[in-house]
């Protein structure tokens, strides 16, 4: 039995629709992210499992029991938001103490919890100080220890790093994670951040206006993107219209009069007939460069980029302008002008579902 399940849900603003018939299913001690662009729903449907919103059709279950008309102090979640609400004449103790003396526990047993949650937290040194004379990082981490004190069977989170700057956003995403699994609390978080979203959980829910259109772990929505949509918000993709053309069982993509290898054992649709056209995707990662006239076609580098880590090129080619992201193994890179070929592994040409028919003919 999943531990949080939301069964045909929905939410409709004045007639308007922010969340369509929404299914989920949260496992106990999942760390389940819902990612999506902004205004897709994802705070809409947080609110409703908390108890926020009401949901104008659908269930909400907690460990099986229907709580769709539950107030959210009859469901006890642990929430924290994206400002984090500190109150401000509070130390960081009593901040943390506050939904305990709440909930009328004793006095002992309260001061144990602060302590454990301060301490999981790693802010013990800090628990005198106020909100005011502590980091952006540090704050995000007494709303977490709020949260957790009142020990909740759920944990809510929604978009709370994205007040921090870049490093410290990183550091607290491993951060975040390794709190969680230390308790072991079922987590639903919120974020608009792919990399975030693909770091941190256990299972990605992508949510296009109001829809949830994919939910698999990291890993299958990156390598086994759902739509053209998920394609692009998640990672990068070159997008590619082509034809399918079949040679003794073996599939092709024909583009721009070249015939180009298919994995379609990892295409997890209906496999299409010799002729139709279809969406292909190449992650800009998984291609390379090679000396002209020894990868699969030849290119001339239009941009470079340097991002530390990584060059992220732009080529001209017969399949139109590609990214490529290239290692730097700190070698002289590429220059603009540059006569080269590209190459990728086997399986990297995949064809991407398209339940939607949608138009994509442009590499992004
Ligand atoms: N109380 C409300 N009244 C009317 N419309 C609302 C209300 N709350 C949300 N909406 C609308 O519902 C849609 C979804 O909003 P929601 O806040 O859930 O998006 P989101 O995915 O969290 O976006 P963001 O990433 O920007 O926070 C938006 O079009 C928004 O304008
Ligand atoms: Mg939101």
Excluded at 27 to 47: D, Q
Excluded at 85 to 96: G, I, R
């Amino acid at each position: 039995m999943p531990h949080l399940e939301l069964i045909d849900v929905s939410k409709a603003f004045n007639g308007v629709y922010a969340v369509t018939s929404m299914n989920l299913k949260v496992n106990e001690g999942e760390f389940v992210c819902l990612l999506g662009p902004s205004g897709c729903g994802k705070t809409t449907t947080l609110h409703m499992i908390a108890g926020f919103e009401a949901p104008t059709a659908g269930k909400v279950l907690l460990a099986g029991k229907d709580v769709t008309n539950f107030r959210p102090n009859q469901r006890g979640l642990g929430i924290v938001f994206q400002t984090y609400a500190l109150f401000p004449h509070m130390t960081v103790a009593q901040n943390v103490s506050f939904g305990l003396e709440m909930r009328r526990v004793a006095n002992a047993e309260r001061e144990r919890r602060v302590k454990k949650a301060l301490d999981i937290v790693h802010l013990t040194e800090y628990k005198e100080r106020y909100p005011r004379e502590l980091s952006g990082g540090q704050k995000q981490r007494v709303a977490l220890a709020r949260a957790l004190v009142i020990e909740p069977p759920v944990l809510l989170l929604d978009e709370p790093l994205s007040n921090l700057d870049a490093k410290l956003r990183e550091v607290m995403q491993i951060e975040l994670r390794r709190i969680q699994q230390q308790v072991g609390i079922t987590t639903v978080m919120v974020t608009h951040d792919q990399a975030e979203a693909l770091s941190i959980s256990d299972r990605v829910m992508v949510m296009e206006k109001g829809k949830a259109t994919q939910y698999d772990t990291p890993l299958k929505v990156y390598e086994n993107p759902q739509s053209p949509f998920i394609s692009t918000f998640v990672g990068k993709a070159n997008m590619l219209r082509g034809a399918v053309l079949i040679e003794g069982g073996k599939y092709f993509a024909c583009i721009a009069g070249m015939k180009l290898a298919l994995d379609i054992d990892r295409y997890e649709g209906q496999r299409p007939g010799p002729g139709q056209e279809v969406i292909l995707s190449l992650r800009p990662e998984k291609l390379c460069f090679a000396e002209p006239g020894l990868g699969i076609f030849d290119a001339q580098v239009k941009e470079k980029f340097f991002f530390g880590s990584q060059w992220h090129y732009t080529v001209t080619s017969p399949l139109g302008t590609l990214t490529v992201l290239q290692p730097n193994d700190g070698r002289q890179p590429n220059d603009v002008g540059d006569n080269i070929s590209i190459g990728w592994g086997e399986s990297s040409l995949r064809i991407v579902p398209n339940p939607e028919n949608l138009d994509v003919v442009a590499a992004t």
